[in-house]
């Protein structure tokens, strides 16, 4: 089973522009799908880019998603950043027989 | 619309069971792979389980292997998470998730807790 590790928090201001990073411990983080998760207080996770870097309807453009080969990493990218994009953000893959989370990212946006 | 309600949390003790349901709605629940995920107090999200469209193939994460049972009826449009064995750090709040393609969620319930305390 491989890990996906990701920052344990990240904050920036309004308007900015954010990245968030997920690297993949072991195999290529191209070989499945990455998808991203947001997260706010008391509520469930509602998706917010899929299949690397497909956002689903509803989702603003200012998410976009990317993987990298060489750092077997993807990234969630947040611009022109809103108060009410603070949330914790979760990575998702899987392999064969398993899905697998990162750890989650909270961001602050102050 | 997409709906899926949890339903049979609650308290427990150490080494008891419980079942968790899940009742779907808003789509053809045969055509689509089911997961629970759950999370522990002030954690991530933790990927527990998951069943096949058929419910033919079952897939379970280490930490609840031998413990956990996944199991769906179509004829009822219900997903179930029998748990036995239950332990102190299996304390969380189950999601019951819509699997696409089995790879990853595309709709989550709102949430069932479950405390395993004495």
């Known amino acids: 089973n491989f890990m996906l590790t990701q920052p344990h928090s990240v904050s920036e201001s309004p308007g900015k522009t954010v990245t968030i990073s997920c690297t993949r411990s072991s195999g290529s983080i191209a070989s499945n799908y990455v998808q991203w998760y947001q997260q706010r207080p008391g509520s469930a996770p509602t998706t917010v880019i899929y299949?690397?870097?497909?956002?689903p309807s509803g989702v603003p453009d200012r998410f976009s998603g990317s993987i990298d080969s060489s750092s077997n990493s993807a990234s969630l990218i947040i611009s022109g950043l809103k108060t009410e994009d603070e949330a914790d953000y979760y990575c998702?893959?899987?392999?064969?027989?398993?899905?697998?989370f990162g750890g989650g990212t909270k961001l602050t946006v102050l | 619309e997409v709906q899926l309600l949890e339903s049979g949390g609650g308290l427990v003790q150490p080494g008891g069971s419980l079942r968790l349901s899940c009742a779907a709605s808003?789509?053809?629940?045969?055509?689509?792979?089911l997961s629970w995920v759950r999370q522990a107090p002030g954690k991530g999200l933790e990927w527990v389980s998951a069943i096949s469209t058929s419910g033919s193939s079952t897939y379970y994460a280490d930490s609840v292997k031998g413990r956990f049972t996944i199991s769906r009826d179509s004829s009822k449009n219900t997903l179930y998470l029998q748990m036995n064995s239950l332990r102190a750090e299996d304390t969380a709040i189950y999601y019951c998730?819509?699997?696409?393609?089995?790879?990853?969620?595309?709709?989550w319930g709102q949430g069932t807790l479950v405390s395993v305390s004495s």
């Open positions: 998702q893959s899987y392999d064969s027989t398993n899905q697998v």
């Open positions: 299949e690397d870097n497909q956002r």
């Open positions: 998730a819509r699997a696409v393609a089995g790879t990853r969620v595309d709709y």
């Open positions: 808003g789509f053809t629940f045969s055509s689509y792979a």
